[in-house]
């Protein structure tokens, strides 16, 4: 009885204090904002924004409310995301299974690729790759091409459609399909980066398998190929999977560098949205919120996927 | 000979991925050195204008030697540029000092203590005939150096403190633990920044107000503590029962339990996995360049706005990711060497699971 009191004051005591530090912060903010003249409150979001965006995958104008624009931010953040972490594992699976290769070379290489992107800082990266783009490759005009069709320039990629190609038109292309410097830049940052921690896991994750599955296959008459397919990668994926969840969700979390290399996406659009609207915890409180959705759903769309992994 | 064989022909798959990254390499590898070192510009009277000759064929590195003061410390004030230096060597001492296995006792929190008010000391001055060097003008690569030093210093014992709540057997100090643990982590780095730097204010009372420098460290530091503070957590977590029913046999309380037997050993545990999110906060303090604060990167980004030097991003973020690389490598091979020397090694986990 006299141990449950005390947990009972302790407790007490503790969400006291929160709530009172919680008090003193809400209520300086209150008279802020108040002496400050800013408004509170989502209403903002039905104004028109005002601003253009850059590259936007649904129609959008600058007479569109704010809310459409970070609508906006948001696409091109799912965007870059979805495309980042499809490259990601591919590359990183790829390097990952490189580095257990029995070819000396190519071990070397995979490990020389994961030592360099991890330890450096992706915003270093960002920099790099669109400094890259932007500084080295050469205008439109003078533009490389590396494939039929697919130009490389200082405006970004251009790659044919079915049904449609680049055609250079003044000083830029048109037609086909096109990355601009600022997606191509955070898409390669992003997929790079990213690929070298998918790599350990991967890694981890074969490494997991005991020699034995390895030499059973290959009684078998399994070739090399045919066991890591068959034996190998299915029992690594239950090892491999729950880390992975990790780095897409770090990937997604980590899109939000865009805002350093002007691409759109969710952040850099409530950026612009607070330094014109003034109203700072709004747009904060929208990235938190879209992100901890993110992060949540991610996770339990990847424990569904996990406890299948599992049950096989 | 048997030795190629073995390693690189060991079959027909093996030779035929040999010579194809061969060949890449010797295609690849012959214009990259031109480029870098044969052809680069590393001095010169005016290095300016023979870079911008060179465009294309060479390297500019002459960009660095130019910037390198500015690099390193940023905008502090030239003739007193010996004190971030001296502050730079005590910074290191302390890393150092704190990688022995040796030191890992209570002291070094007293010596970490001694050694971050006398990097204080020395950086802003303000005594002893040293001029006062407000924190707007630290710089470079020192401000990376104190903002990932200061933001482990301060998010340790708050990680620990989070750690130790998430692990109560108290539901309301529980939750209040999981729920900022996964809020931080669930969110970005920059929106945190984004709120130390434009919400901090208003929370404040009117006419308290603090720089910029330390709202970014708030929120460095309220960052890092989440990470580090699951960190802990594992190394709480690989603790045996038996080392708690032997602290309370003795008649040990909660305190002194957690305190004498179970944190010490958890700690220990904890260091590899530590090392490797100091190494991601290191890289992650290089965020402040979007709230503008002068760090290495920022310093690096801000000398390509001159004119004279617009248009060498390339060497110059080569430049900042090989400096980043220097700190980050050596961080990551001392985690793995302790990894491996620890006797009960219980990396992989899944192997130490014994499935």
Redesign the interface.
């Known amino acids: 009885m006299k141990r449950s009191a005390k947990r009972a004051a302790i407790q007490a005591a503790v969400l006291l204090a929160v709530g009172a530090a919680a008090w003193f912060l809400v209520s300086n903010t209150l008279s802020n904002l108040e002496a400050r003249r800013i408004a509170s409150g989502f209403s903002f979001l039905q104004r028109e924004a005002g601003f253009a965006i850059g590259e936007s995958p649904i129609p959008y104008s600058a007479a569109d409310s704010y809310l459409k624009a970070l609508v906006v931010g948001l696409a091109n953040t799912f965007r870059v995301s979805a495309f980042g972490i499809v490259l990601a594992t591919l590359i990183g699976f790829a390097v990952g299974l490189g580095r257990l290769s029995p070819n000396a070379l190519l071990r070397g290489l995979c490990a020389a690729y994961v030592e360099l992107f991890r330890n450096t800082p992706l915003l270093v990266q960002l920099f790099f790759w669109y400094a890259l783009i932007t500084e080295t490759l050469p205008p439109a005009r003078e533009a490389l091409q590396p494939l039929p069709g697919v130009f490389l320039s200082n405006r970004g990629i251009f790659f044919p459609l079915p049904g449609s190609v680049p055609v250079l038109q003044g000083f830029n292309f048109s037609g086909g399909a096109h990355l601009s410097p600022e997606f191509a830049a955070l898409l390669a940052g992003l997929s790079i980066y990213t690929a070298s921690f998918i790599a350990e896991i991967v890694r981890a994750g074969v490494l997991s398998i005991r020699r034995g599955q390895r030499e059973a296959a290959q009684a078998l008459g399994l070739t090399p190929a045919m066991t890591t397919r068959h034996v190998v990668l299915p029992q690594a994926l239950r090892v491999i999977v729950p880390p992975l969840t990790g780095t897409y969700l770090d990937l997604t979390k980590n899109s939000s560098l865009a805002v350093a290399i002007g691409y759109p996406d969710l952040v850099s659009i409530a950026n612009t949205a607070i330094n014109q609207t003034g109203q700072a915890i709004e747009g904060i409180a929208v990235i938190m919120a879209v992100y901890l959705t993110i992060s949540l759903s991610i996770s339990a769309l990847m424990n569904w996927y996990n406890a299948r992994v599992l049950r096989r | 000979m048997r030795w190629l064989r073995e390693?690189?022909f060991?079959?027909w798959p093996?030779a035929l991925?040999?010579l194809v990254?061969?060949f890449v390499l010797f295609e690849a590898l012959p214009p990259f050195i031109d480029w870098a070192f044969v052809e680069a510009i590393w001095t010169g009277p005016d290095a300016s204008a023979a870079c911008r000759a060179a465009r294309?064929e060479g390297a500019c590195w002459a960009y660095i030697g130019e910037k390198h003061r500015f690099i390193l410390f940023g905008t502090y004030p030239y003739d007193e540029h010996w004190r971030p230096a001296l502050a730079m060597l005590v910074l290191l001492a302390l890393w150092g000092l704190s990688a022995l296995r040796r030191a890992w006792r209570w002291w070094l929190a007293v010596v970490w203590g001694c050694g971050l008010a006398a990097i204080g000391g020395l950086m802003w001055g303000g005594f002893a005939g040293l001029p006062y060097v407000e924190n707007e003008r630290w710089g470079g690569l020192m401000l990376t150096l104190l903002l990932t030093t200061f933001g482990i210093a301060a998010a340790f014992p708050l990680a620990i403190a989070l750690a130790l709540g998430r692990r109560s057997?108290?539901?309301?100090?529980r939750a209040?633990c999981i729920g900022y643990i996964e809020?931080i982590?669930?969110?970005?780095?920059?929106?945190l920044l984004?709120?130390a730097s434009?919400?901090l204010?208003?929370?404040?009372?009117?006419g308290l107000s603090i720089d910029k420098l330390l709202r970014a460290q708030i929120a460095l530091i309220l960052f890092a503590a989440a990470y580090l503070a699951e960190v802990v957590r594992g190394g709480l977590q690989a603790i045996p029962r038996h080392q708690y029913e032997a602290a309370d046999a003795l008649g040990l309380g909660y305190w002194s339990r957690t305190a004498f037997v179970i944190l010490p050993q958890a700690l220990r545990i904890a260091v590899p996995p530590l090392v490797n999110v100091l190494?991601g906060f290191f890289?992650?303090t290089?965020?402040v360049?979007?709230i503008g604060l002068y760090d290495l990167?920022t310093s690096v980004?801000v000398g390509l706005q001159e004119p004279a030097w617009s248009?060498?991003?390339?060497e110059?973020?080569?430049f900042?990711?090989a400096t980043?690389?220097i700190f980050?490598?050596a961080m990551?091979l001392y985690s793995r060497r302790l990894e491996l020397a620890s006797p009960g090694s219980s990396w992989?986990p899944?192997?130490a699971a014994g499935?």
């Open positions: 390693h690189f060991s079959s093996s991925t040999t990254l061969l294309g057997t108290l539901p309301v100090v209040l809020l982590r669930g969110v970005p780095l920059i929106s984004f709120m434009v919400m204010p208003l929370f404040l009372p009117e190494v890289k992650n290089s965020l360049v979007i990167l980004k248009g060498f991003g390339v110059a973020y080569l900042a990711a980043y690389f980050c490598a990551s992989p899944a192997r499935s």
